[in-house]
């Protein structure tokens, strides 16, 4: 390390990196802290009972037009690994490739993308027998599609139908068109971005990028899109149709960037205060709460459950294989 000047020396650069690496970690757990202080105030203002009340007031045909919509939004969204089957050229069946998907979704909605996008699809696809570089590109992949879609419909939401801010958020709705319009040029440059780099084929850190055709790139944004919006309808059926159905959608949106930025697992607590803060003028706030606990029910606990069920059966089937793989290698030496 070079001397300075004045005969010191400049402090080496790991030094630097670990101490801005706790400065951003101690500023994010100030941000985390005011947020979890936000909620927990707003929720001892909250007659739970009330609430809960509304919940069992909800219509039935409500509940079961709600969970129809979330079944094909799951379903919609197990698609996308296949985008990556397409990408890497693995020929593991279509059936086998969604089941690992909605797997994966179910607990990344409910415990973080470390858990679900990640460790679940390398140690389901791992024991598929799928290398780790290609599981790594179909996460790659799938989380393109899904944030490509994200961008056209928030771009549509934000832009044509913002909603109204309250007037204490430095952010007013002049500034969600800006990032309506910004989201909107992004997703259209990532799909002219795979029509002009199509077959080039690059690498960071090691890892192979290779970017999808423009026909593939197309059908991501459609699907993920779609999906957006099955999930703005699955919120809009439970609030019985009181707010129409871009403002809902736009709100939904705006709880998703939240929940990134608070990075709390599921979005817990930070979807209900982005909604009671910006649909609470017009929905009482029990009727309010009562819709977004039945959403997480039908939408993030009921298929956790599912997809748990699905993982033990799959971890069973696994060790059978083994077994079986095992008893046959025995054999073959006993006769050999």
Known sequence: ???????????????RASAWRWAGRGVLAAFLAVVGTLIFRQAQTIEWSQVLAAVGDLPVLTVV???????????????????????????????????VTFISYAFNLNLGSMVGALAFRYRLYGRLGLKADQITRIVGMSLLTNWSGYLLVAGLAFFFWPPELPPDWRLDSEGLQIFGAIALMLAAGYVLLCAWAHGRVGSIRGHRIELPSLRMALAQV??????????????????????????????????????????????????????????????????????????????????????SV????TELRARKLRAAAKARGAARKRYA
């Open 65 to 99: 037009a709600a969970t129809v919509l979330a079944a094909a939004s799951h379903a919609l969204y197990s698609t996308y690994d296949l985008f990556g089957r397409s990408l890497t050229g693995h020929t593991l069946g279509t059936g086998t490739v969604m089941g």
């Open 1 to 15: 390390e070079p001397a300075g000047r004045g005969g010191g020396s400049a402090p080496p650069l790991p030094v």
């Open 222 to 307: 459609m699907v993920a899109s779609l999906n957006w919006c099955l999930l703005g309808g699955v919120v809009w059926l439970l609030l019985q149709g009181r707010v129409d159905y871009p403002h809902v959608l736009a709100v939904l949106l705006c709880s998703v960037v939240a929940g990134l930025i608070v990075r709390v697992p599921g979005g817990l607590g930070v979807l209900e205060a982005i909604f009671v803060a910006l649909l609470a003028y017009r929905i009482p706030q029990n009727e309010l709460l009562a819709a977004l606990l039945a959403y997480r029910g039908i939408y993030y606990l009921l298929p956790l459950l599912l997809a």
């Open 310 to 313: 699905a993982y033990a059966v």
